[in-house]
């Protein structure tokens, strides 16, 4: 009986003992890269890291997270086996890898894939001492954008067709209006802006109310509009903002001063190792003639900084370089995109919650959120913002102006001619009334005229009738 009660003792302890235990926590393997995994203190932090919180805190696991033995992400060697992250996990040293670890048929082919929680491309990038300032023949035209310059145009010609309008309805500007000669032509009209927008008065000028106006509205136009263009040509001329004189991959094979290469081993090697595309093999031909790739993505940002080397890379690590350091640039090219995956070993039960986590996250906004967190630019040219071209919009107001300055004047113009119109109605009328009085007169003159010489005829009869 009382062994009995031992083995009933010793059965609920047991139980309870496994009821109690939690699930072992997962060993998560990365790798240091600057934003996805960076040291702090003893601690770690990054993109990756708050990507595996929320993941865990999605799917309820706990985990561990240390980095990788040898610093390699995962490449096979000679004899075939897996280095870096994908050895740890097809060796089962590690659950998960979680880093920037991009999905690659080959790495599929040897463990678990995750849906891409970011993609990216290939570009590269390189110091802006190696850039030159490119000379334009229409470098004058940049002050202001496309817009701004089609408005400028536009007030022009309107304005010059409203100086003339105004010109030919206001009876200020007519030489002699009883001969139809205007002294005010739309050649003069023109001319007489393009003098204005030179600051030289360039005549004739107008010479009525209206005209006065729409070119005094004008002469403050251009004024304001010389002063912002001189302004914004006198920042872009001071600007440090280099133009990089290599742009793209085809432009870097076929130069021979900047050296480049790229992280020996990784995903982006083995692209350019095995693509065909004829700029890409020579790229790869360069690197292996040369010897120029490096270890770390951290010893190609250190020598791309350091001059005359131009490090290829993956697009996500390139920008964080560029937001950190003022000094490089990034090519404006990107080819061969990819995504970045979480790694684990093949036929994981793990994989496919992690996919639907990751979709979730991408659903809900959280992975742009770790995105511009992690990958804030912290370099500002100097200065401040780097100039750009002034916008149309920024100068409305001016060109409101300019608008109601020209319907004034047209207005003021219709006012004068019908000023005009009913000043000559009225003198037509004193003319029409001086006209019947002198035809009164007229008559009555005549009148007495026939009546006196009609008396003297009488007189003269009479005066030869007596005799």
């Known amino acids: 009986m009382k062994a009995l009660i031992g083995l009933v003792v010793c059965a609920v302890a047991l139980l309870s003992g496994c009821c109690t235990a939690g699930p072992a926590a997962l060993s998560i393997t990365t790798i240091l890269q600057e934003p996805f995994t960076m040291t702090q203190g003893s601690e770690l932090e990054g993109y990756c890291i708050d990507l595996l919180a929320e993941i865990a805190k999605k799917l309820g696991f706990k985990y561990e997270v240390h980095l990788v033995k040898d610093g390699k992400y995962g490449r096979q060697d000679e004899s075939g086996n897996w280095l870096g992250m994908i050895g740890e996990v097809v060796r089962g040293e590690a659950d998960l890898a979680v880093a920037p670890l991009t999905l690659t048929a080959t790495r599929e082919l040897s463990v678990e894939m995750s849906t891409p929680f970011m993609q990216t491309g290939v570009g590269f990038i390189l110091s802006k001492d190696l850039g030159s300032e490119e000379s334009h023949f229409v470098s004058f035209l940049f002050p202001f954008s496309t817009e701004m310059w089609v408005g400028v145009l536009m007030a022009f010609l309107v304005t010059g067709l409203c100086i003339y309008l105004v010109a030919r309805i206001s009876p200020c500007e007519w030489a002699d209006p009883e001969t139809d000669e205007h002294s005010f032509t739309l050649l003069h009209s023109f001319w007489y802006i393009t ?12 010479k009525g109310l209206s005209g006065r106006i729409i070119s005094a509205i004008w002469w403050v136009f251009a004024v304001v509009l010389l002063a912002c263009y001189f302004s914004n040509f006198n920042t872009m001329l001071r600007s440090d903002t280099k133009h990089v004189s290599v742009m793209n991959f085809d432009e870097l094979a076929r130069q021979d001063v900047i050296d480049y290469g790229t992280v020996e081993g990784g995903s982006t090697f083995n692209f350019f190792k095995n693509s065909n595309n004829p700029t890409y093999r020579s790229i790869f031909q360069h690197m292996e003639r040369k010897k120029s790739c490096v270890r770390s993505v951290e010893e190609g940002n250190r020598r791309a900084q350091e001059g005359n080397y131009a490090f290829i890379g993956e697009a996500a690590s390139l920008d964080i370089a560029v937001a950190r350091y003022c000094n490089l640039i990034r090519s404006s090219e990107l080819i061969a995109m990819r995504g970045y995956s979480i790694a684990a070993p093949l036929g994981s039960p793990m994989m496919k919650n992690i996919t639907v986590a990751i979709l979730q996250l991408s659903e809900s906004g959280e992975l742009a959120y770790l995105q511009s967190k ?31 300055g020209c319907g004034l004047g047209l207005l003021i113009a219709l006012l004068e001619l019908a000023s005009k119109a009913r000043d000559q109605a009225k003198d037509q009328k004193v003319r029409e009334h001086e006209e019947r009085i002198l035809n009164g007169l007229k008559k009555y003159i005549q009148l007495k005229s026939e009546v006196y010489i009609h008396l003297s005829q009488m007189h003269l009869n009479s005066v030869f009738h007596n005799c």
């Open 374 to 404: 992690w990958w804030a630019n912290s370099c500002m040219p100097e200065g401040g913002q780097a100039p750009q071209a002034l916008q149309a919009h920024l100068l409305r107001g001016l060109f409101m102006l300019l608008a109601l």
């Open 195 to 206: 003098g204005a927008l030179t600051l030289q008065g360039a005549g004739p000028h107008p």
